[in-house]
């Protein structure tokens, strides 16, 4: 099953380095576990003489069957195990740890009011994760972040996108009994900093950022972990500074546990975005993405104002 995945991760983004990125694996690894498909299926479907890289009629061809058979295994394996009664009557959403915890239950409530009795089973995963099952077929929709500094799969056709809200990646930092932040990015000392793991989406986000204001010499590492929410909690124990997704710690910034310490030069956009695979057409996950793409005059986004409508991205 991980071959197949691979073969489809990189049937999807024609380059080697970025379907290693997104599988989570080193690039010489997945050419290698693509090089073991090959051999297993007698044939070359990798036309690797192009840029980007191809499939061959071979690899065309055997596209389908691996979507065929991971589909077909996975939902005899939830069946098995009785985890879908009536498929087609449950939509699963994988979204990254953060959407999840901040975004997922006020979007469900609100699409509810507009639907009806809505069935959903969130996976909560990683990025990379969330990109892997909704390109294997093992989720219906995916609820993922998008920056047009790191961009997802925003880019490929096959999977349309619809942005359903806006906020920004911004540095918090705790405060003092007089309400000032412990931290600042314009100390001559290097402060305390609490990081995404490098191969998490907004960890490669927070990096860029980094880079671009050449923060690294004002930053001293303490610890790291993939999920906002750990961060959060750490910046609001005063261990460090932390980047995290605006939402995530609005209560706290509401309440002055949390300030942000800079200003926008420090920060990167944020789209919360719905992505679909075009060729599925699972019955609630249908209605849902019509749901999305209707609302004209209003927005799905919990807790913000209407902003116009709800544009598609291809």
């Known amino acids: 099953m991980n071959w197949l995945e691979d073969f489809l991760t990189l049937a999807v983004t024609r380059n080697f380095s970025r379907a290693a990125t997104l599988?989570?694996?080193?690039?010489?690894?997945?050419?290698?576990?693509i090089r073991n498909l090959e051999y297993w299926v007698g044939a070359t479907l990798i036309d690797r003489s192009l840029f980007p890289v191809g499939l061959t009629p071979a690899g065309e061809s055997f596209q389908r069957t691996a979507q065929d058979a991971l589909s077909v295994l996975r939902v005899g394996r939830d069946e098995a195990l009785g985890f879908v009664p009536k498929i087609e009557e449950v939509v699963s959403i994988?979204?990254?740890h953060t959407l999840a915890v901040s975004f997922f239950v006020d979007w469900h409530e609100q699409l509810q009011n507009r639907l009806g009795n809505l069935?959903?089973?969130?996976?909560?995963d990683h990025v990379a994760g969330c990109v892997d099952a909704l390109i294997s077929g093992n989720c219906d929709l995916m609820l993922a972040y998008n920056s047009p500094l790191l961009p997802t799969l925003t880019d490929i056709v096959r999977y349309p996108s619809i942005v359903l809200g806006s906020e920004r990646l911004v540095p918090v930092s705790a405060v003092d009994d007089a309400g000032r932040a412990l931290y600042s990015l314009?100390?001559?000392?290097?402060?305390p900093y609490l990081c995404y793991s490098s191969d998490s989406y907004?960890?490669?986000?927070?990096?860029?950022i980094i880079g671009r204001q050449n923060l690294a010499a004002r930053l001293n590492f303490r610890y790291e972990c993939s999920m906002s929410d750990v961060l959060k909690r750490g910046a609001l124990a005063g261990s460090g500074i932390a980047w995290v997704p605006e939402r995530a710690v609005r209560d706290e910034l509401a309440a002055g546990r949390l300030v942000i310490i800079s200003d926008d030069s420090h920060t990167a956009p944020l789209d919360i975005c719905l992505f679909r695979h075009a060729?599925?057409?699972?019955?609630?996950?249908e209605r849902i993405w019509q749901a999305c793409l209707t609302a004209e005059d209003e927005t799905l986004e919990?807790?913000?104002p209407p902003a116009g409508g709800v544009p598609e991205k291809g």
Not at 119 to 124: H, S, T
Not at 186 to 191: A, C, F, G, N, V
Not at 202 to 208: E, M, S
């Open 94 to 96: 994988s979204a990254s």
């Open 202 to 208: 907004l960890g490669r986000l927070t990096a860029l």
């Open 279 to 285: 060729e599925h057409d699972q019955r609630v996950a």
């Open 119 to 124: 069935k959903a089973r969130i996976v909560p």
């Open 186 to 191: 314009d100390s001559d000392t290097p402060q």
């Open 23 to 33: 599988r989570n694996v080193t690039q010489p690894a997945f050419s290698r576990r």
């Open 302 to 304: 919990p807790d913000q």
